[in-house]
Protein backbone atom coordinates (compact mmCIF):
# COMPACT_ATOMS: atom_id res chain seq x y z
CA UNK A 1 0.00 0.00 0.00
CA UNK A 2 1.44 3.27 -1.15
CA UNK A 3 2.59 5.93 2.00
CA UNK A 4 -0.62 8.20 0.78
CA UNK A 5 -3.26 5.41 0.82
CA UNK A 6 -1.87 4.76 4.31
CA UNK A 7 -2.32 8.50 5.15
CA UNK A 8 -5.65 8.75 3.71
CA UNK A 9 -6.90 5.36 5.80
CA UNK A 10 -5.48 6.94 8.67
CA UNK A 11 -7.58 10.04 7.88
CA UNK A 12 -10.41 8.18 7.70
CA UNK A 13 -9.64 7.00 10.67
CA UNK A 14 -9.54 9.93 12.26
CA UNK A 15 -12.60 11.43 11.20
CA UNK A 16 -14.41 8.55 12.30
CA UNK A 17 -12.75 9.26 15.51
CA UNK A 18 -13.88 13.10 15.70
CA UNK A 19 -17.14 11.75 14.58
CA UNK A 20 -17.29 9.39 17.61
CA UNK A 21 -16.12 11.99 19.82
CA UNK A 22 -18.57 14.43 18.82
CA UNK A 23 -21.80 12.06 19.71
CA UNK A 24 -20.48 10.58 22.31
CA UNK A 25 -19.85 14.17 24.31
CA UNK A 26 -23.51 15.52 22.85
CA UNK A 27 -26.06 16.40 25.21
CA UNK A 28 -28.85 14.00 25.50
CA UNK A 29 -32.31 15.28 23.81
CA UNK A 30 -34.86 16.37 26.29
CA UNK A 31 -36.94 13.74 27.88
CA UNK A 32 -34.61 11.03 25.66
CA UNK A 33 -31.74 8.93 26.96
CA UNK A 34 -31.57 7.01 23.15
CA UNK A 35 -31.51 10.67 21.14
CA UNK A 36 -28.32 13.42 21.44
CA UNK A 37 -28.02 16.66 20.32
CA UNK A 38 -25.41 17.19 17.98
CA UNK A 39 -24.20 19.60 14.94
CA UNK A 40 -25.59 18.30 12.00
CA UNK A 41 -23.82 20.45 9.53
CA UNK A 42 -20.25 19.52 11.80
CA UNK A 43 -21.57 15.46 11.35
CA UNK A 44 -22.70 15.64 8.05
CA UNK A 45 -18.88 17.53 6.79
CA UNK A 46 -16.75 14.55 8.69
CA UNK A 47 -18.80 11.77 7.33
CA UNK A 48 -18.44 13.38 3.64
CA UNK A 49 -14.93 13.99 3.96
CA UNK A 50 -14.77 10.05 5.26
CA UNK A 51 -17.29 9.39 2.28
CA UNK A 52 -14.37 10.78 -0.11
CA UNK A 53 -11.22 9.53 1.19
CA UNK A 54 -12.38 5.65 1.10
CA UNK A 55 -13.09 5.48 -2.42
CA UNK A 56 -9.18 6.11 -2.27
CA UNK A 57 -8.89 2.67 -1.45
CA UNK A 58 -10.68 1.26 -4.67
CA UNK A 59 -9.32 3.14 -7.14
CA UNK A 60 -5.66 2.27 -6.34
CA UNK A 61 -7.03 -1.34 -6.83
CA UNK A 62 -8.71 -0.23 -10.10
CA UNK A 63 -5.30 0.97 -11.41
CA UNK A 64 -4.12 -1.88 -10.19
CA UNK A 65 -6.03 -4.16 -12.34
CA UNK A 66 -5.79 -1.60 -15.49
CA UNK A 67 -1.87 -1.83 -14.65
CA UNK A 68 -2.35 -5.83 -14.93
CA UNK A 69 -4.43 -5.88 -18.03
CA UNK A 70 -2.50 -3.41 -19.72
CA UNK A 71 0.67 -5.55 -18.81
CA UNK A 72 -0.80 -8.60 -20.29
CA UNK A 73 -1.21 -7.04 -23.38
CA UNK A 74 1.91 -5.71 -23.47
CA UNK A 75 3.45 -9.10 -23.07
CA UNK A 76 0.90 -10.81 -25.78
CA UNK A 77 2.18 -8.30 -28.00
CA UNK A 78 5.63 -9.14 -27.37
CA UNK A 79 4.72 -13.10 -27.49
CA UNK A 80 3.56 -12.29 -31.03
CA UNK A 81 6.23 -10.21 -32.15
CA UNK A 82 8.47 -12.75 -30.92
CA UNK A 83 6.52 -15.57 -33.02
CA UNK A 84 6.51 -13.04 -35.95
CA UNK A 85 10.19 -12.49 -35.36
CA UNK A 86 10.64 -16.62 -34.99
CA UNK A 87 8.30 -17.24 -38.20
CA UNK A 88 10.50 -14.68 -40.36
CA UNK A 89 13.81 -15.60 -39.12
CA UNK A 90 12.80 -19.49 -39.59
CA UNK A 91 11.36 -18.37 -43.25
CA UNK A 92 14.62 -16.51 -44.19
CA UNK A 93 16.71 -19.27 -43.15
CA UNK A 94 18.08 -21.76 -46.38
CA UNK A 95 15.20 -24.64 -46.49
CA UNK A 96 17.76 -27.70 -45.92
CA UNK A 97 15.51 -29.47 -42.89
CA UNK A 98 18.44 -29.16 -40.36
CA UNK A 99 18.79 -25.66 -40.26
CA UNK A 100 14.52 -25.40 -41.18
CA UNK A 101 14.37 -27.86 -38.31
CA UNK A 102 16.23 -26.17 -35.90
CA UNK A 103 14.96 -22.75 -36.23
CA UNK A 104 11.29 -24.08 -35.19
CA UNK A 105 12.61 -25.77 -32.46
CA UNK A 106 14.36 -22.13 -31.51
CA UNK A 107 10.83 -20.78 -32.13
CA UNK A 108 9.25 -22.82 -30.27
CA UNK A 109 11.46 -22.25 -26.70
CA UNK A 110 11.15 -18.69 -27.75
CA UNK A 111 7.31 -18.69 -27.74
CA UNK A 112 7.32 -21.33 -24.77
CA UNK A 113 9.67 -19.29 -22.91
CA UNK A 114 7.32 -15.48 -23.51
CA UNK A 115 4.31 -17.52 -22.74
CA UNK A 116 5.58 -19.28 -19.64
CA UNK A 117 7.02 -15.22 -19.01
CA UNK A 118 3.45 -14.08 -19.48
CA UNK A 119 1.97 -16.10 -17.47
CA UNK A 120 4.06 -15.90 -14.51
CA UNK A 121 3.66 -12.11 -15.16
CA UNK A 122 -0.38 -12.50 -14.91
CA UNK A 123 -0.01 -14.86 -11.90
CA UNK A 124 2.12 -12.20 -10.14
CA UNK A 125 -0.50 -9.12 -11.13
CA UNK A 126 -3.63 -11.16 -10.01
CA UNK A 127 -1.72 -11.89 -6.75
CA UNK A 128 -1.04 -8.14 -6.37
CA UNK A 129 -4.84 -6.72 -7.21
CA UNK A 130 -5.92 -9.67 -4.81
CA UNK A 131 -3.68 -8.34 -2.11
CA UNK A 132 -4.71 -5.05 -2.53
CA UNK A 133 -8.31 -5.41 -2.61
CA UNK A 134 -8.36 -7.53 0.52
CA UNK A 135 -6.11 -4.87 2.68
CA UNK A 136 -9.11 -2.44 1.40
CA UNK A 137 -11.68 -4.69 2.34
CA UNK A 138 -10.19 -5.52 5.76
CA UNK A 139 -10.21 -1.68 6.41
CA UNK A 140 -13.33 -1.11 5.31
CA UNK A 141 -14.67 -3.74 7.77
CA UNK A 142 -12.42 -2.62 10.44
CA UNK A 143 -13.63 0.51 10.16
CA UNK A 144 -17.16 -0.81 9.86
CA UNK A 145 -16.24 -2.18 13.19
CA UNK A 146 -15.19 0.50 15.08
CA UNK A 147 -18.93 2.00 13.86
CA UNK A 148 -20.56 -0.73 15.53
CA UNK A 149 -18.68 -0.57 18.56
CA UNK A 150 -18.98 3.10 19.03
CA UNK A 151 -22.71 2.71 18.42
CA UNK A 152 -22.23 0.18 21.43
CA UNK A 153 -20.87 2.31 23.74
CA UNK A 154 -23.22 5.26 22.71
CA UNK A 155 -26.29 2.93 23.75
CA UNK A 156 -25.00 2.12 26.62
CA UNK A 157 -23.66 5.26 28.12
CA UNK A 158 -27.13 6.76 27.05
CA UNK A 159 -28.84 4.24 28.57
CA UNK A 160 -27.04 4.62 31.65
CA UNK A 161 -27.55 8.39 31.68
CA UNK A 162 -31.34 7.88 31.37
CA UNK A 163 -31.16 5.52 34.40
CA UNK A 164 -29.75 8.50 35.78
CA UNK A 165 -32.33 10.44 35.28
CA UNK A 166 -35.28 8.13 36.29
CA UNK A 167 -33.39 8.32 39.75
CA UNK A 168 -33.32 11.64 39.96
CA UNK A 169 -36.68 12.48 38.72
CA UNK A 170 -38.18 9.36 41.67
CA UNK A 171 -35.88 11.13 44.16
CA UNK A 172 -37.46 14.58 43.20
CA UNK A 173 -41.50 12.79 43.37
CA UNK A 174 -40.60 11.35 46.67
CA UNK A 175 -39.27 14.87 48.21
CA UNK A 176 -42.36 16.19 46.97
CA UNK A 177 -44.68 13.60 48.07
CA UNK A 178 -42.96 13.79 51.66
CA UNK A 179 -43.16 17.43 51.55
CA UNK A 180 -46.99 17.31 51.29
Excluded: W
Amino acid sequence: MANNDVHELNDVQQLLDMLYAMIDDARNAPLSNDKCVINRDEALDLLEEARAKLPAELKQAQRIITSREEYIETAKSEVEKMMQRAEAAAKSKISESEVVQAAREKAREIISRAEERARDMYRAANEYAEDTLRRGEEALQQAAKEMQESRTRFRAASAEQMQRNREELDRQAKEKKSKF
